[in-house]
């Protein structure tokens, strides 16, 4: 179960453009710094291979979450009997479920078996295609496909709340003006609703992703080797640099939610409507 | 398309052109009746303005004449076609007619011109850069060519409703409701609006006008028509309504919005 998603071999073994600026010898680091750092120092790409787990997590479980949690949203706000009462029992479900149980169920309880076995075909049929370029598909493994599922319908159970609120939140006189010059009421949703939803809706999509990247690290409890689950690697190995290790795994985790949050701003005051806050 | 052509109220025989009638309609919010057998003709040409207080029905009359609404029971014609027949596409129907609301409900999303060509676009399947030629004659039409690319945001009040106009027009109706159109702005940019409604009735276009403008009334109506209480309580030239009116609530109502 070790090294599940693009081990820490593939991404030191390809090759690195020189550097114009030198990189500091570790002696160099012991020396200013002391041994603790170094050895933080000494297993970066370690580190930062986890942190690159925990980043392709992240995405596939927002993409999960979205998937499934952008048609509950909708399905919660326009569909009728039987759906909608059944979606938001699964979403009561799931926001009240500890997302350290739900992992554990998705990674011991569900046959992940039969969900893994087309995802890592599709995956080696990318790869062959890649073979004669450089590039190359991480292999997949349970582990990680549980965390996806667990943190992407977790996610979805959230992410259905958003969009549920943000298309609420579009009048009621869109609707009406939309079918008075004759489009569909899905045609309405489609071409007027949904584009103004999507933007109210980012505000809370950066939460959830805050959300969902941290919580990336419960998925160390079902041994997928995200950065959590290095960094403990490496304190138990050198039981003196717990502090220093866990402090760079933190700045890890601020700079990827910062950054993104940084960007999501962006996105949202390039996107939105002239003449409206934002 | 010119008033001459369309005959007066006056000079004119009311019904010998009828493009919009409805029948006993009726509607019913719970125990609450909204409409009780409402009738009414409207004209080819006609410019029919409904007044009457509050919760008189007016609305929900505009609403159930393009099936925003579904009446109770009763029937409404736009020329042949049976717009409250089941089988009757609601889509066809909005199709032909046009609709202004109070609360004007542009798309926030979208640019005036795009406000206007969405319709084009998804309802009549016209290509992108036709529809934008058409957009942008029907947003010169209510004077507005030169706010084609600014967001609703961006727009006065006035400038809003005139944009919710051509993108209405732009689809060709035969008739336009217009659902109190300016009541909810100021009055220097209600004039804008009603000056781009009176060149309609110029032009012979058919309208159905919920209003208590009846500075508009009194000079583009054909024909008044006071609602109180779901019913119709009187109809006739705006002259008659105005000074002579034949029921002393329709008398109170005038009497009363003259001191607004």
Same mark, same amino acid.
């Given at each position: 179960?070790?090294?599940?998603?693009?081990?820490?071999?593939?991404?030191?073994? $390809?090759?690195?453009?020189?550097?114009?600026?030198?990189?500091?010898?570790?002696?160099?680091?012991?020396?200013? &710094?002391?041994?603790?750092?170094?050895?933080?120092?000494?297993?970066?790409? /370690?580190?930062?291979?986890?942190?690159?787990?925990?980043?392709?997590?992240?995405?596939?479980?927002?993409?999960?979450?979205?998937?499934?949690?952008?048609?509950?949203?909708?399905?919660?706000?326009?569909?009728?009997?039987?759906?909608?009462?059944?979606?938001?029992?699964?979403?009561?479900?799931?926001?009240?479920?500890?997302?350290?149980?739900?992992?554990?169920?998705?990674? $011991?309880?569900?046959?992940?078996?039969?969900?893994?076995?087309?995802?890592?075909?599709?995956?080696?049929?990318?790869?062959?295609?890649?073979?004669?370029?450089?590039?190359?598909?991480?292999?997949?493994?349970?582990?990680?496909?549980?965390?996806?599922?667990?943190?992407? &319908?977790?996610?979805?159970?959230?992410?259905?709340?958003?969009?549920?609120?943000?298309?609420?939140?579009?009048?009621?006189?869109?609707?009406?003006?939309?079918?008075?010059?004759?489009?569909?009421?899905?045609?309405?949703?489609? /071409?007027?609703?949904?584009?103004?939803?999507?933007?109210?809706?980012?505000?809370?999509?950066?939460?959830?992703?805050?959300?969902?990247?941290?919580?990336?690290?419960?998925?160390?409890?079902?041994?997928?080797?995200?950065?959590?689950?290095?960094?403990?690697?490496?304190?138990?190995?050198?039981?003196?640099?717990?502090?220093?290790?866990?402090?760079?795994?933190?700045?890890?985790?601020?700079?990827?939610?910062?950054?993104?949050?940084?960007?999501?701003?962006?996105?949202?005051?390039?996107?939105?409507?002239?003449?409206?806050?934002? | 398309?010119?008033?001459?052509?369309?005959?007066?109220?006056?000079?004119?025989?009311?019904?010998?052109?009828?493009?919009?009638?409805?029948?006993?309609?009726?509607?019913?919010?719970?125990?609450?009746?909204?409409?009780?057998?409402?009738?009414?003709?409207?004209?080819?040409?006609?410019?029919?303005?409904?007044?009457?207080?509050?919760?008189?029905?007016?609305?929900?009359?505009?609403?159930?004449?393009?099936?925003?609404?579904?009446?109770?029971?009763?029937?409404?014609?736009? #020329?042949?076609?049976?717009?409250? *027949?089941?089988?009757?596409?609601?889509?066809?129907?909005?199709?032909?007619?046009?609709?202004?609301?109070?609360?004007?409900?542009?798309?926030?999303?979208?640019?005036?011109?795009?406000?206007?060509?969405?319709?084009?676009?998804?309802?009549?399947?016209?290509?992108?850069?036709?529809?934008?030629? +058409?957009?942008?004659?029907?947003?010169? +039409?209510?004077?507005?060519?030169?706010?084609?690319?600014?967001?609703?945001?961006?727009?006065?009040?006035?400038?809003?409703?005139?944009?919710?106009? *051509?993108? *209405?027009?732009?689809?060709?109706?035969?008739?336009?409701?217009?659902?109190?159109?300016?009541?909810?702005?100021?009055?220097?940019?209600?004039?804008?609006?009603? *000056?781009?409604?009176?060149?309609?009735?110029?032009?012979?276009?058919?309208?159905?006008?919920?209003?208590?403008?009846?500075?508009?009334?009194?000079?583009?109506?054909?024909?008044?028509?006071?609602?109180? #209480?779901?019913?119709?309580?009187?109809?006739?030239?705006?002259?008659?309504?105005?000074?002579?009116?034949?029921?002393? +609530?329709?008398? +109170?109502?005038?009497?009363?919005?003259?001191?607004?």
């Amino acid at each position: 179960m070790e090294a599940l998603l693009a081990p820490v071999e593939t991404v030191a073994a $390809f090759p690195l453009p020189e550097l114009a600026v030198a990189v500091p010898s570790e002696e160099a680091v012991a020396e200013v &710094l002391g041994e603790d750092w170094a050895f933080v120092y000494r297993n970066r790409w /370690h580190l930062l291979g986890g942190a690159a787990v925990t980043v392709a997590l992240t995405a596939t479980s927002l993409l999960l979450g979205f998937l499934a949690g952008f048609p509950a949203g909708a399905i919660e706000t326009y569909g009728s009997g039987y759906s909608r009462s059944l979606v938001r029992k699964l979403g009561v479900l799931l926001r009240g479920t500890p997302i350290l149980v739900i992992m554990i169920y998705a990674f $011991f309880v569900l046959p992940i078996g039969i969900v893994v076995g087309p995802v890592v075909a599709v995956l080696e049929g990318l790869d062959s295609l890649l073979a004669p370029t450089p590039l190359a598909v991480p292999a997949v493994g349970e582990a990680f496909v549980a965390a996806t599922i667990a943190l992407g &319908l977790r996610s979805a159970a959230y992410q259905s709340q958003i969009f549920r609120g943000a298309l609420a939140s579009v009048g009621e006189g869109q609707m009406r003006a939309a079918r008075s010059v004759g489009m569909s009421r899905l045609g309405a949703i489609r /071409h007027v609703i949904v584009p103004q939803a999507l933007r109210r809706s980012v505000p809370g999509f950066q939460n959830e992703f805050t959300i969902v990247l941290k919580d990336t690290s419960i998925a160390f409890a079902i041994g997928l080797g995200e950065l959590l689950k290095r960094s403990n690697d490496l304190f138990t190995q050198q039981t003196t640099a717990v502090l220093e290790i866990i402090l760079a795994a933190s700045l890890i985790y601020f700079v990827l939610t910062f950054g993104t949050n940084r960007g999501l701003d962006y996105a949202s005051e390039r996107y939105a409507i002239p003449g409206e806050g934002t | 398309m010119s008033r001459e052509t369309a005959g007066t109220a006056d000079d004119r025989e009311p019904g010998t052109d009828p493009l919009l009638r409805i029948e006993d309609v009726r509607k019913s919010y719970g125990s609450e009746e909204v409409l009780r057998d409402v009738s009414m003709t409207v004209d080819r040409g006609d410019v029919e303005v409904l007044v009457g207080p509050s919760g008189s029905g007016k609305s929900t009359l505009l609403q159930c004449i393009n099936r925003l609404t579904e009446v109770d029971s009763g029937r409404i014609f736009l #020329e042949d076609l049976e717009i409250t *027949a089941p089988e009757t596409d609601p889509n066809e129907v909005r199709g032909r007619i046009g609709m202004v609301f109070q609360d004007i409900n542009l798309f926030t999303h979208l640019t005036a011109r795009k406000n206007v060509t969405l319709g084009l676009e998804k309802v009549r399947g016209m290509d992108r850069e036709e529809a934008r030629l +058409r957009a942008d004659e029907e947003l010169d +039409r209510v004077g507005l060519a030169d706010q084609a690319d600014s967001y609703p945001a961006q727009l006065s009040g006035g400038q809003k409703q005139r944009v919710g106009i *051509a993108r *209405a027009l732009a689809m060709d109706p035969e008739l336009m409701l217009f659902d109190e159109p300016t009541s909810a702005l100021d009055p220097e940019l209600s004039n804008e609006v009603l *000056a781009v409604m009176e060149q309609l009735v110029e032009e012979g276009m058919t309208m159905v006008v919920v209003t208590h403008e009846m500075r508009f009334a009194r000079g583009g109506a054909t024909g008044i028509t006071f609602l109180d #209480e779901g019913e119709i309580v009187e109809r006739g030239p705006p002259e008659t309504l105005f000074e002579n009116p034949d029921h002393e +609530r329709t008398a +109170r109502f005038f009497e009363s919005i003259r001191h607004d």
